[in-house]
């Protein structure tokens, strides 16, 4: 399962969403293109893409409109990127320099912007009402996680349902809309478009709880970030909250610390009082309850290949490695 890509099974359509990002992509300020290309150009899981290439064909067919809104989401999801590097002081994604790093963070935000704006351009020219509502209200929804996240970074007193509700807004929202947008291209009736948005919202869930685990866990080659950051950031991620939860007063002691004050943290007694309480275990647990949820929203779809791989992807989700 480690070696799964479900991106072989969308790969004809793929190939069709990366060209109509490359090509949209242009614009006649030089930076423009060339920071934006820096970023699409890394590569990554595609993720969003993927998944409403797979609920279109398995709801029905994969059309032009398909890609074009495929290319929307991934467009949308790398602005997000290139805001959440900049916000995040990083340097590192996907085992390379971010963009910020190498163009600065005046650029990244900027060519942040226009990348939304690229990517409404796009939805209007679908002309489907429906979907530009989806769209909308989910970048609007992103934005509020974004800024819901920012408000939780070093406090260590927010409830394990804050923090889901983080993941719901700023990661989970985007997939979600991948699987309703997939369904309703498709011309899937009501009850299946909603029910391929809450497969998405769920299985985008259980990547981000798995990210949270990998954060104390991955290996840097494989995850292309480092080890730790999160708690570098004072993110009270649900590792974190779960030590907070039920570790001893030391234990709760060292990991309250570590988010109220990032720079005081001892690294390896966090990861010591992670260890002993079980709580990446526990997270692990709670992505595997999603994945399955998610699995179980696939069961009124007539059988395919595209079908299976969405199993699979559900699977996927909690056994990576990166």
């Excluded at 692990?284 to 059988?303: F, M, N």
Aim: hydrophobic share 45%; aromatic share 4%; net charge negative.
């Amino acid at each position: 399962m480690t070696h799964f890509d479900p991106k072989l099974t969308v790969a004809t359509d793929l190939a069709a969403v990366d060209e109509c990002i490359r090509e949209r992509l242009t614009s006649e300020v030089a930076l423009v293109s060339q920071v934006a290309e820096y970023i699409v150009g890394a590569g990554g899981k595609r993720l969003r893409p993927v998944l409403l290439l797979l609920v279109a064909g398995a709801c029905g067919s994969v059309d032009r409109r398909a890609h074009t809104l495929a290319a929307v989401i991934e467009m949308i999801h790398t602005a997000t990127l290139l805001h959440d590097d900049v916000v995040d002081e990083s340097e590192l994604r996907r085992g390379r320099q971010t963009a910020n790093a190498v163009f600065g963070n005046a650029a990244s935000v900027l060519v942040g912007d226009f990348l939304y704006s690229r990517a409404f351009q796009m939805m209007v020219g679908v002309g489907n009402m429906d979907v530009m509502r989806i769209l909308a209200d989910a970048t609007n929804t992103i934005a509020e996680g974004e800024v819901l996240q920012l408000m939780n970074v070093g406090d260590a007193d927010i409830t394990q349902e804050s923090y889901l509700q983080v993941i719901r807004f700023k990661t989970a929202k985007l997939f979600e809309a991948a699987g309703r947008i997939g369904a309703l291209v498709a011309g899937a009736d009501v009850e299946t478009c909603e029910r391929m948005g809450e497969h998405g919202m769920r299985l985008g869930t259980a990547f981000q709880l798995i990210d949270d685990v990998l954060d104390y866990s991955g290996d840097v080659s494989q995850t292309g970030k480092n080890l730790g950051d999160d708690l570098s950031e004072g993110k009270p991620t649900l590792p974190l909250l779960r030590v907070l939860e039920c570790g001893t007063p030391a234990q709760q002691a060292v990991v309250r610390l570590a988010i109220t004050e990032p720079g005081a943290a001892d690294f390896s007694a966090v990861m010591a009082a992670i260890r002993d309480t079980g709580a990446l275990e526990f997270t692990a647990r709670a992505a595997k309850a999603e994945a399955a949820r998610a699995a179980e929203l696939l069961d009124g779809l007539p059988p395919s290949h595209r079908k299976q791989t969405l199993l699979e992807l559900c699977a996927f989700a909690v056994e990576r490695t990166s």
